[in-house]
């Protein structure tokens, strides 16, 4: 891996030949920590530390790309310390031929009903105005997104294939066509089963590889006050229905709006493996929003909304008031398992001319859960918990950033929770190479 990733670079920087390049990115370093109340009532303090790097190299039609983290526990020491992922590292070459756009190498997919990360190759071609065409292909990298190509010892059951067409030929319209097929494979196991005899015997389980087959059609139209979405993903290997949605939002007045989703999801599962042997049921929900600005500076945000499962249902009621620089905002729920009141406040005003920008925030609930889920009035003792939020973001000049962050929360299981996050921004572009 290490020598296809210095192999791509040099074929960046030769390609490249006499044009200016340019070599820009950003590196994010951040350190988490948090103390943890063990059952013996003692606690423990720990502190991750990340470094977030992202390097883009080359032309405008030619150029490689990465983004990468190391990670590793300052405190404690844990297996697998210090951790480093890569999360894509490929070259791009775009406009061949004016039509035809090349990634070669480890890439994330965000294509429809495609996700994932895969090492292998897409290809984006524009036949037509208004047509865009795009096809992939490759290995899928460890869930852990090691460095290490893993699909090379086991490509025939870790592959990702797939598609997207996308017409923009009716104005103001987009409409997307998408295909996926996904395998992964299982981690076979051992379990003690009866033999014919009705003996323990010690038995290998194999489901084989996790496959998710998907296709998706969705169209959305945006013209004046008015939003439109929908969205139907079919399950190929289950041969149901996957997911459906239409959402719409409307600007009734000048001060006005209105917003409404309307879904039904069916539970995403892969074939082949053992969560596909459990009963499963599909929900179905709606949201009904309002938006209503009593003053430029002032608006009043509103919500409803319902899941809806074969025997049970719940809901949400929001309701609250926002401007630029602050937001109250309050939640009922009630569903089959319990209801919760909850208050949400958030505070955050800019300092020497956005240099310096302070926040606070406080979270308070109240909660009761079921002690019997077949009696949903039957309510166990309500608990509370509230959560302080103070930080600021410190920006002296514009290619760097500070970022601290401090919460505190308290609730009947843990009587103090104190975490801290810090993380600093740095942001670069250095062009440079002979064609300057």
């Known amino acids: 891996m290490k020598h296809a990733i210095g192999l791509l670079v040099l074929t960046v920087v030769l390609a490249a030949g006499l044009q200016a390049q340019t070599l820009n990115g950003r590196f994010v370093t951040s350190a988490y920590g948090w103390e ?25 039609d030619i150029s490689f790309h990465t983004y990468m983290q190391g990670s590793t526990d300052l405190g404690d020491e844990y297996a697998g310390d210090p951790h480093f992922r890569l999360f894509n590292a490929y070259l791009r070459v775009k406009n061949l031929a ?14 429809g009903v495609s996700y994932g990360t895969i090492d292998g190759a897409s290809v984006k071609a524009r036949p037509s105005d208004g047509v865009e065409v795009m096809a992939y292909a490759g290995g899928l990298t460890r869930p852990s997104q090691d460095i290490e190509y893993y699909f090379l010892d086991h490509v025939e059951n870790n592959w990702q294939i797939g598609g997207q067409v996308q017409l923009y ?57 008015m939003w439109l979405y929908g969205r139907f993903d079919y399950d190929f290997n289950f041969e149901r229905t996957s997911r459906a949605e239409v959402a719409a939002s409307y600007q009734l007045l000048h001060n006005l709006g209105l917003s409404l989703n309307l879904a039904h999801r069916e539970p995403v599962i892969a074939y082949n493996s053992y969560f596909a042997l459990l009963e499963a049921e599909a929900n179905q929900e709606a949201i009904l929003g309002v938006n209503y600005a009593v003053h430029p500076r002032l608006s009043i945000i509103g919500q409803f909304s319902t899941v809806m499962y074969d025997d049970e249902s719940a809901y949400r009621v929001s309701l609250g008031a926002a401007n630029k620089y602050a937001s109250i905002m309050y939640t009922k729920d009630v569903s089959y398992d319990g209801d919760l009141d909850g208050f949400n406040l958030h505070f955050t005003y800019p300092l020497l001319e956005g240099m310096l920008v302070p926040h606070v925030g406080a979270v308070y609930s109240t909660y009761a859960l079921a002690k019997n889920l077949d009696d ?61």
């Open 169 to 225: 030929l009716i104005e103001d319209t987009k409409i997307g066509l998408s295909y996926m097929n996904r395998h992964r494979e299982s981690t076979p196991f051992y379990v003690m089963q009866p033999d014919a005899q009705m003996g323990p015997v010690q038995t290998l389980i194999d489901y084989g590889s996790r496959a998710n087959q998907y296709g998706s059609i969705n169209v959305a139209h945006s013209s004046g006050k």
């Open 98 to 111: 004016d039509v035809v756009d090349l990634k070669i190498g480890r890439q994330p997919l965000f294509a």
């Open 36 to 60: 943890r109340q063990l059952k013996s009532g003692e606690s423990t303090s720990h502190m991750r530390a990340y470094e977030n790097i992202q390097l883009n190299l080359g032309t405008s």
């Open 376 to 436: 949903a009035t039957n309510w166990d003792e309500r608990a509370s918990t509230w959560v302080g939020i103070v930080g600021t973001t410190f920006r002296p000049v514009k290619t760097v950033s500070l970022d601290i962050q401090g919460q505190y929360m308290t609730n009947r299981i843990y009587q103090s929770d104190m975490r801290a996050f810090a993380r600093i921004n740095y942001w670069f572009s250095n062009p440079f190479g002979l064609g300057q």
